[in-house]
């Protein structure tokens, strides 16, 4: 790696260690599950969480790097299991820059269902443009997973898909908008549990979710930031 691409990779190791802190923190995995990777700007290359490694011993210096295959370039600890769903991800989707896997409770019960989250509330509009979608059944360790998320992302509005019977993929401009995803996910999907529980929630109609959308991702917020809930 030139200059450049070393003081890069060294911010996203920093970055993407710090990322893992708030899966945990808004309860989004168990144990050692889940990840979250990046991309290097300018290069075939990703950062992404080793496998197996405690959240509380997650660091920058164990944040590996890999290429857009899924070999490990550069670190001390083989990469996350998921690294070559990751990789098809970044290959097939140019404008993506970051990619977050959870198995969080809610949100992986609808995927378990292989039922997509339908479009109830203004939150989930803002943010995922309409319902969350299911992708296909694949199994972990090759990048049948990647094909899956591609499949079912491409051309759709929504950040999330919930991987049958496994758990949620979110994509973003970034790890940190990846990450907000992932977070929201697990938000709606808590709540359109409950509307289910209570009875039947009340529609939304098209024309005000294409709204609602386009207001979040065009206006809402302050100029320079990433978007906020809220």
Known sequence: MNAEATRQVDELRE????????????????????????????????????SGVDYDDLSAATMVVCDLDGTLVEGDFAPSSDTAAHAYVYRAMPEVGGVVHTHSAYATAWAARGEA?????????????????????????????????????????????????????????????????????????????????LGDPAPMAQADIDALHHRYQNAYGQRGTSAATS
Request: with cysteine; hydrophobic share 45%; charged share 20%.
């Open 117 to 197: 989250i339908p479009c109830h509330l203004t939150a989930q509009a803002d943010e995922f443009g309409g319902e969350i979608p299911v992708g296909p059944f694949a199994l972990i360790g090759g990048d049948d997973i990647g094909k899956g998320i591609v499949a079912t992302l491409s051309g759709h509005r929504s950040p999330a898909v919930l991987m049958r019977n496994h758990g949620v993929f979110t994509i973003g401009r970034d790890a940190r908008a990846a990450v907000k995803a992932a977070v929201m996910c697990e938000d709606v999907a808590r709540t359109a549990h409950l509307t289910r529980v």
């Open 15 to 50: 970055t993407i260690a710090r990322l893992h802190h708030q899966l945990t923190r808004y309860n989004l995995v168990a144990w050692t599950s889940g990840n979250v990777s990046a991309r290097v700007p300018g290069s075939d290359l990703m950062v992404i969480k080793p």
